[in-house]
């Protein structure tokens, strides 16, 4: 017969009383936060939004788990820092887990297993994935309540490291590593993802640029064939197609623009003065800006380009800069407009780092669009926690690592009865009250919670 008495384990005497543990306390889970997920997925709807458009072609009588239900668990997980589908070995039968994916925790069947959602990853083909990818920005849309009159987007692209021989992976000189280079656009205004496009690890042309901004633009006009948009990239999106696209659709762009000697001398009087005003009154730095309109060879016509110049004790520093903004000054458009770019790092490290959308371990390339997809819905989730949180607090500005941390990470102890279901959560949490709150901020509105 085999021992299912769990084993006990010491640790040092208290008071010269002897301590023993084992793990024998119960339907506890260290996940008790994913109840917020499941309030926030539950407003937003993500889940069986994307579900939608992913294929299902199994055998109708004999599936036990639905497509929305293996997205909320794959997608809670990811969020609580479990961004591996093995991961769900033990997880499936997490209690707090199931009860978020709506499944009673001790009589509910169990979650999907890692082979399953192995497989539902793998499902979608290539068009299945441009669509998931629509469906974000779809997302994103949503969460306007009428269209702006003006969006800014911010692009940008970061190294996702691969150890294997993965579909579109290159090796980039630059990162020396063997990698993808996905493309993030985010809203700069609020900080909300809007797409995220898996692609080759090598610096994109400008036909591998103006493809993914043509499929951007087409979706968002659909909708709101009125909003101004910008675009907003560093220089590897400053390419003659991508510009002429932008022109030619009335859209605004501002990219950066990679320095060159004929491009420096029409800056030069500029420069030499910025350069000796700093030397004259010997300060650490002075910045000056100046404005040109060159013809490259690539280009089909003038374009507007304005050099940042700074000068400090190590030199000069000139920084470039391509708009067909009219009507704003230099240092609005480099200081105000341009710089605004940089945060898009921050959001970035939230996707990349903290969230771990760089597990594109799967060896097709549909595959991993499909885990960014999932990955960047983690990140819906968790931004929604964020914005229920009130202003005053210091969370409301947290990275999502320190949310997971001290919101999702905390002890739960379910129990289910004949009638009900108790979640029993630690006296001692040091966020009750902001738990408590954003609990009640996430409830569904009595609209959308009547049948």
């Known amino acids: 017969m085999p021992n299912d008495t769990p084993a006990t384990f010491p640790f040092p005497a208290v008071s010269r009383k002897k301590i023993t543990a084992a793990f024998d306390g119960g339907r506890l889970s260290s996940d008790g936060g994913v109840m917020l997920l499941a309030q926030a997925e539950r407003r937003l709807g993500i889940a069986a939004r994307l579900a939608r458009f992913i294929p299902d072609r199994r055998d109708p009588g004999r599936v036990t788990h639905a497509i929305p239900d293996m997205l909320r668990a794959r997608i809670f997980a990811i969020a609580c820092g479990y961004e591996d589908c093995n991961d769900f070995g033990p997880l499936r039968a997490d209690s707090a887990f199931k009860l978020a994916c709506g499944h009673l925790p001790e009589t509910g069947s169990d979650l999907a297993s890692q082979p399953t959602l192995s497989c539902l990853e793998n499902a979608p083909n290539l068009r299945d994935a441009i669509r998931l990818t629509y469906a974000l920005i779809d997302q994103w849309m949503d969460s306007y309540t009428i269209p702006p009159g003006g969006v800014v987007l911010v692009i940008d692209d970061t190294c996702d490291v691969v150890h294997g021989h993965q579909q579109l992976s290159l090796v980039n000189a630059h990162y020396d590593e063997r990698c993808f280079l996905p493309i993030h656009v985010y809203d700069s205004a609020t900080g909300r993802p809007v797409a995220i496009v898996l692609r080759p690890g090598k610096t994109p042309s400008g036909v591998e640029v103006r493809a993914p901004l043509r499929r951007l633009v087409r979706r968002i006009r659909t909708r709101w064939p009125l909003t101004q948009i910008t675009l907003c990239g560093d220089s590897h999106y400053a390419r003659p197609e991508a510009m002429e696209f932008c022109e030619q659709n009335g859209l605004s762009y501002l990219f950066g623009l990679a320095g060159s000697r004929p491009l420096t001398s029409k800056v030069q009087d500029v420069a030499d003065a910025v350069r000796t005003h700093r030397a004259l009154e010997d300060r650490e730095v002075v910045r000056g800006f100046a404005e040109t309109k060159p013809r490259a060879k690539s280009w089909s016509c003038e374009r507007r380009v304005i050099a940042r110049i700074e000068a400090t004790r190590l030199g000069l520093d000139i920084c470039f ?40 371990s799967c060896r097709r390339a549909g595959a991993n669009q499909v885990r960014l997809v999932l990955h960047t819905a983690a990140y819906w989730l968790m931004l929604s926690v964020r914005e229920a949180i009130p202003a ?9 690592a320190t949310l997971r941390l001290r919101l999702l990470k905390i002890a739960v102890r379910v129990w289910e009865t004949a009638s009900r279901i108790c979640l029993a959560y630690a006296s001692c949490c040091p966020e009750a009250d902001l738990f408590r709150a954003i609990a009640a901020a996430l409830l569904p509105s009595p609209r959308a919670a009547s049948p």
């Not at 005053?392 to 999502?400: H, I, N």
């Open 321 to 360: 800069v391509v708009t067909n903004l009219t009507g704003t000054s230099p240092r609005v458009v480099y200081e105000s407009l341009y710089c605004a770019r940089g945060q898009a790092e921050n959001w970035i490290k939230f996707h990349k780092a903290q969230l771990a959308s760089n597990r594109t």
């Open 392 to 400: 005053a607090r210091d969370l409301a500005r947290a990275g999502f």
